[in-house]
């Protein structure tokens, strides 16, 4: 097994928008993180994944970058950040930093010249096309509703936006372009970072006379997927940037691949084909969606869960290295999910994170997933912030006529804002977040479910997390072992083995609140055990049968 840092570490996401405003104008800020990388650095993690702090109109909180080597007023400075990685580094604490290239904001100067004219320098740093009879292009959806493609008066053509209209493409097949972006990424990797998490970096190559997308919707749009989703020369670019930028370095790389298999992972991230070193898959983000997507809520089983898990751990052995994450910026929260954010909201979370620190990969920690926050639910449209989901309210409640009821219980299910409400300090106004009138409402537990609460507590999910934390650095299976999955077709506990080196571990969780029986297969041999973690006190000597309680987690080291 091929030894890396970034396979020994633990990511520790940063939404600097919701984490801590050092400033009072009820934005989280740099100076903010900066006060809180002692917290940090006491839950024991080893990376800090920043989510965009560029320059930025803020169409989409970051995503839409008007300049990658400014920092955004609202964030603080140049210095500001520049201390911040001081600090992390002090700490013995790596940063990586997110890199947007699929698309800038409209308001960077290399669309403001690309607009203005078709023999503009800059006009083919972006996908321009002619409409067809004052109609789009194609047919492909934006991502944040309506169609990809918006005209522009000036030259009478459509740019191409798979997100936001503040979101135009950028145009990969253009050498100059991809050159300047290497250049700004030498740029940043020269001040010290650490390495990028890559934005949804598999649909930089579209397929040539971008087709129609094939299965329409009721809106009219396909999502075109099929013609940009690791389109025909998306391996070309990150084997050129992988030659020309990140192989100069000591770094480690995740990009977002929305779509994309473990067979498909595995171009991305073997070793020899020298792209990346992880992805972000979907495929369990996508359990709960039906056929109309994110927001067509749907059941999901726990053999459907073990199976993607399964899946993506086996594939990729001894050929890849897998990225662990239960939630980002964009995805609810795992303990109202995957869990039970009411009555077992302690102990589901704390089982959660057990299987996320005991698969092999990387696990990845989404702010104030250690201390168990939840989901939110506003009760007005316009208390919700995020662009994706107004977006898609105005289409099919204002424009359309979708249930009102129906769209906001998929809203509390699966909006954005979710994730993005603040993250809880403590108990007093606004969660200790800001003094000022923060950017977003907060979540109304933070009074129960807050970090003050949670380092008081022994037994909190914060400690748990620690805890996991340090097994993992102890203890080289959790990081290197193969993953062997038991009980395949049960529907209430997932459990599996890790082996490396003679090194075993035993991982076994009840996923719900009903009390299962867990048996252990006579032909697992051991001579001794040893409970490592629990989510509670655990008295019996044996392990063959155990009654697990609501959520139980349980994991044993075997020799
Ligand atoms: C994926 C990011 O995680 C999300 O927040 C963003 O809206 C889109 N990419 C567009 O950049």
């Given at each position: 097994?091929?030894?890396?840092?970034?396979?020994?570490?633990?990511?520790?996401?940063?939404?600097?928008r919701?984490?801590?405003?050092?400033?009072?104008?009820?934005?989280?800020?740099?100076r903010?993180?900066?006060?809180?990388?002692?917290?940090?650095?006491?839950?024991?993690?080893?990376?800090?994944?920043?989510?965009?702090?560029?320059?930025?109109?803020?169409?989409?909180?970051?995503?839409?970058?008007?300049?990658?080597?400014?920092?955004?007023?609202?964030?603080?400075?140049?210095?500001?950040?520049?201390?911040?990685?001081?600090?992390?580094?002090?700490?013995?604490?790596?940063?990586?930093?997110?890199?947007?290239?699929?698309?800038?904001?409209?308001?960077?100067?290399?669309?403001?010249?690309?607009?203005?004219?078709?023999?503009?320098?800059?006009?083919?740093?972006?996908?321009?096309?002619?409409?067809?009879?004052?109609?789009?292009?194609?047919?492909?959806?934006?991502?944040?509703?309506?169609?990809?493609?918006?005209?522009?008066?000036?030259?009478?053509?459509?740019?191409?936006?798979?997100?936001?209209?503040?979101?135009?493409?950028?145009?990969?097949?253009?050498?100059?372009l991809?050159?300047?972006?290497?250049?700004?990424?030498?740029?940043?990797?020269?001040?010290?970072?650490?390495?990028?998490?890559?934005?949804?970096?598999?649909?930089?190559?579209?397929?040539?006379?971008?087709?129609?997308?094939?299965?329409v919707?009721?809106?009219?749009?396909?999502?075109?997927?099929?013609?940009?989703?690791?389109?025909?020369?998306?391996?070309?670019?990150?084997?050129?940037?992988?030659?020309?930028?990140?192989s100069?370095?000591?770094?480690?790389t995740?990009?977002?691949?929305?779509?994309?298999?473990?067979?498909?992972?595995?171009?991305?991230?073997?070793?020899?084909?020298?792209?990346?070193d992880?992805?972000?898959?979907?495929?369990l983000?996508?359990?709960?969606?039906?056929?109309?997507?994110?927001?067509?809520?749907?059941?999901w089983?726990?053999?459907?869960?073990?199976?993607?898990i399964?899946?993506?751990?086996?594939?990729?052995?001894?050929?890849?290295?897998?990225?662990?994450?239960?939630?980002?910026?964009?995805?609810?929260?795992?303990?109202?999910?995957?869990?039970?954010?009411?009555?077992?909201?302690?102990?589901?979370?704390?089982?959660?994170?057990?299987?996320?620190h005991?698969?092999?990969?990387?696990?990845?920690?989404?702010?104030?997933?250690?201390?168990?926050?939840?989901?939110?639910?506003?009760?007005?449209?316009?208390?919700?912030?995020?662009?994706?989901?107004?977006?898609?309210?105005?289409?099919?409640?204002?424009?359309?006529?979708?249930?009102?009821?129906?769209?906001?219980?998929?809203?509390?299910?699966?909006?954005?804002?979710?994730?993005?409400?603040?993250?809880?300090?403590?108990?007093s106004?606004?969660?200790?977040?800001?003094?000022?009138?923060?950017?977003?409402?907060?979540?109304?537990?933070?009074?129960?479910?807050?970090?003050?609460?949670?380092?008081?507590?022994?037994?909190?999910?914060?400690?748990?997390?620690?805890?996991?934390?340090?097994?993992?650095?102890?203890?080289?299976v959790?990081?290197y072992?193969?993953?062997?999955?038991?009980?395949?077709?049960?529907?209430?506990?997932?459990?599996?083995?890790?082996?490396?080196?003679?090194?075993?571990?035993?991982?076994?969780?009840?996923?719900?609140?009903?009390?299962?029986?867990?048996?252990?297969?006579?032909?697992?041999?051991?001579?001794?055990?040893?409970?490592?973690?629990?989510?509670?006190?655990?008295?019996?000597?044996?392990?063959?049968?155990?009654?697990?309680?609501?959520?139980?987690?349980?994991?044993?080291?075997?020799?």
């Amino acid at each position: 097994m091929n030894k890396k840092w970034w396979k020994e570490a633990v990511v520790y996401q940063i939404y600097p928008r919701s984490f801590n405003d050092s400033n009072g104008d009820g934005i989280g800020d740099l100076r903010g993180v900066i006060e809180k990388v002692d917290y940090l650095d006491k839950l024991g993690i080893d990376v800090v994944w920043l989510n965009p702090v560029y320059e930025s109109p803020n169409d989409d909180n970051g995503y839409d970058i008007s300049d990658y080597q400014a920092i955004m007023d609202e964030f603080g400075t140049m210095m500001d950040w520049e201390e911040l990685l001081e600090a992390l580094h002090d700490r013995g604490i790596k940063l990586i930093m997110d890199l947007v290239v699929n698309h800038t904001s409209d308001e960077h100067k290399w669309f403001v010249e690309s607009r203005k004219s078709k023999d503009n320098l800059y006009r083919d740093y972006y996908i321009w096309r002619p409409g067809e009879d004052g109609a789009p292009p194609n047919n492909w959806r934006s991502h944040f509703s309506g169609s990809a493609w918006d005209y522009d008066e000036q030259t009478d053509e459509y740019y191409l936006h798979l997100f936001s209209s503040k979101q135009p493409d950028l145009n990969w097949k253009n050498p100059n372009l991809r050159q300047e972006i290497y250049k700004m990424m030498t740029w940043w990797l020269e001040k010290g970072i650490d390495g990028f998490r890559m934005d949804v970096i598999n649909m930089i190559s579209k397929v040539e006379g971008l087709p129609d997308g094939e299965e329409v919707g009721e809106d009219g749009y396909a999502s075109g997927g099929e013609y940009f989703l690791n389109g025909p020369k998306v391996h070309d670019y990150l084997q050129e940037m992988n030659q020309e930028v990140l192989s100069k370095y000591d770094i480690m790389t995740v990009g977002e691949t929305p779509g994309v298999t473990p067979k498909q992972g595995i171009k991305y991230v073997a070793k020899e084909r020298k792209e990346l070193d992880m992805v972000f898959q979907f495929e369990l983000m996508d359990i709960d969606s039906g056929e109309g997507g994110k927001w067509d809520l749907a059941d999901w089983k726990l053999t459907e869960l073990k199976n993607i898990i399964s899946k993506w751990q086996i594939g990729l052995e001894n050929q890849g290295w897998n990225s662990l994450y239960l939630n980002n910026h964009d995805q609810p929260r795992p303990v109202s999910r995957f869990g039970d954010d009411d009555k077992y909201r302690v102990e589901s979370a704390k089982m959660l994170a057990t299987m996320n620190h005991t698969l092999q990969g990387t696990p990845y920690i989404y702010q104030g997933e250690e201390i168990g926050m939840t989901n939110v639910e506003f009760d007005s449209i316009t208390d919700y912030e995020d662009i994706e989901t107004l977006n898609m309210y105005q289409e099919r409640v204002v424009e359309g006529n979708k249930d009102r009821e129906e769209v906001m219980e998929a809203i509390y299910a699966k909006g954005r804002d979710n994730a993005r409400t603040p993250m809880h300090w403590d108990n007093s106004e606004n969660a200790g977040f800001t003094d000022g009138k923060p950017w977003i409402k907060l979540n109304p537990n933070y009074k129960e479910i807050n970090v003050e609460n949670a380092l008081d507590n022994p037994d909190s999910i914060f400690y748990y997390y620690q805890k996991l934390i340090k097994l993992r650095k102890e203890n080289p299976v959790f990081v290197y072992g193969n993953y062997q999955l038991l009980l395949e077709d049960d529907e209430n506990i997932y459990a599996y083995l890790r082996n490396y080196n003679g090194q075993r571990l035993l991982v076994i969780l009840n996923f719900f609140a009903k009390e299962v029986k867990f048996e252990l297969s006579d032909n697992i041999n051991f001579a001794s055990k040893e409970l490592l973690i629990s989510n509670y006190e655990v008295n019996e000597e044996q392990i063959s049968e155990i009654d697990l309680r609501p959520y139980e987690a349980r994991v044993y080291k075997l020799s």
